[in-house]
């Protein structure tokens, strides 16, 4: 365990903005985690790879507790992870021991804590579907308790662990399988497995060709290697909408798919027919790749991704994603949802 006074936490999240903690805690296990959690007078906030979050440049009073370290364990097809452990470790276990059920979630940068919590998906897979269990640490009760999948409620991009902020998951369990559970039916994906010459219905090569579909997409990200393009994923939900709408959004995508395909493409990335890709809605509000608000903008290639540029702050990152959710509203009545976390005081414009 490390603890720090008075630390920026920028250099600890992936937008690689925002203020100091009074007090960082790093746990780097599950025991780590229990004892800095349990000796706390206030609850602390947590954080995992920084990956989904903007921390205020006023930056966070009190206790933070990064959960980053742990251990992962396979008994038969059982796999347990502490809540610090890096996702994409766990799913490389999961590969050696050949089971599947995770594979098409590899190296979504996350822990495996916020992989519950947040409910993660990508390519027809989310975390929940094959969660077994997940054990807690109750900041208001002061203890360690196991809750089983049925007494959570998952849904796309959330939890209602979200609502339940004194709950810290510390380790979850995930039921697998020897044999195939989803298909992998994203046309991209599958394209780029041909090109390749892999074959994804064995699950080596499935990780590989998910592997090089989310290089191709900016969709990788790891907290020790440097890289020039800091952003926290999409920072938008795929929004609800009314289906004449999903209809009138899918005109906006422009890979070549027929409606029906579109609108189906959404259901994969773990939506329904009536939520429309964020996407589409930015682009049809009239915002572009590669937009740009001084100091922040929209990937050149990924209008979902909101990009930090050198001195950009944590303020002019809530200004911008704000502006968006305003305009999206008053051009297009669609309520926009971030799907990143915000973490600290922000100043809100009238
Ligand atoms: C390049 C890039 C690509 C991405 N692609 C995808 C994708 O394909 N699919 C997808 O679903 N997401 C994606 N994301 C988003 C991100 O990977 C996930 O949201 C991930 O779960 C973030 O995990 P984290 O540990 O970094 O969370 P953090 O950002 O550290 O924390 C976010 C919030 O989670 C809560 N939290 C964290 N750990 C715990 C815990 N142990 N107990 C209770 N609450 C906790 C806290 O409230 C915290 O505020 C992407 C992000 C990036 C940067």
């Known amino acids: 365990m490390k603890t720090f006074h008075n630390e920026y936490l920028a250099p600890y999240t ?29 609850p602390a906030h947590i954080m995992g790879y920084g990956a989904n979050c903007l921390v205020s440049d006023q930056g966070l009073d009190g206790t933070t507790v990064l959960l980053r370290g742990g251990t992962v ?17 766990a799913i490389q276990t999961a590969i ?37 269990w997940i054990d807690v640490f109750d900041q208001k ?22 609502k339940q902020l004194e709950l810290v998951v510390l380790r979850a369990a995930f039921q697998l399988s020897m044999l195939r559970t989803v298909e992998l039916k994203y046309d991209s994906a599958i394209t780029i497995g041909e090109e390749l010459g892999l074959d994804h219905t064995t699950l ?6 998910i592997i090089e579909t989310r290089r191709r997409a900016g969709s990788i990200w790891h907290p020790n290697e440097p890289t020039d393009l800091h952003t926290a994923g999409s920072f938008f939900k795929n929004p609800m909408v009314s289906e004449k709408q999903a209809r009138e959004l899918a005109h906006f995508d422009e890979t070549g798919a027929t409606l029906e395909r579109v609108i189906n493409q959404s259901k994969i990335h773990g939506g329904n027919a009536q939520r429309a890709s964020a996407a589409h809605v930015l682009l049809a509000a009239g915002f572009h790749r590669g937009q740009r608000w001084d100091r922040v903008e929209l990937h050149p290639s990924h209008i979902l991704k909101l990009a930090t540029l050198d001195g950009a702050s944590a303020q002019e990152v809530y200004d ?14 669609i309520d926009l949802e971030t799907e990143v976390k915000f973490l600290g005081t922000f100043n809100k414009k009238c």
Request: proline content about 2%.
């Open 320 to 333: 911008v994603a704000m502006e968006i959710v305003q305009t999206v509203k008053s051009k297009l009545d």
């Open 204 to 209: 080596a090569h499935c990780r590989d060709i």
């Open 73 to 89: 364990n396979v008994e038969g097809t059982t796999l347990t992870a502490d809540a610090g452990i890096w996702w994409d470790t």
């Open 14 to 42: 992936s937008l690689r903005v925002g203020g100091p903690a009074e007090t960082l805690i790093i746990a780097e296990s599950y025991a780590d985690t229990v004892t800095a959690l349990s000796s706390l007078s206030k």
């Open 141 to 162: 009760q002061k203890e360690v308790r196991r809750i089983k999948k049925d007494q959570v409620t998952f849904g796309y991009r959330e939890s209602s662990l979200q």
């Open 96 to 132: 050696q021991h050949g089971l599947w059920g995770l594979e098409l979630m590899s190296e979504i940068p996350s822990s495996v804590g916020n992989a519950v919590v947040g409910n993660i998906a990508a390519y027809g897979q989310q975390a929940s579907d094959t969660l077994l």
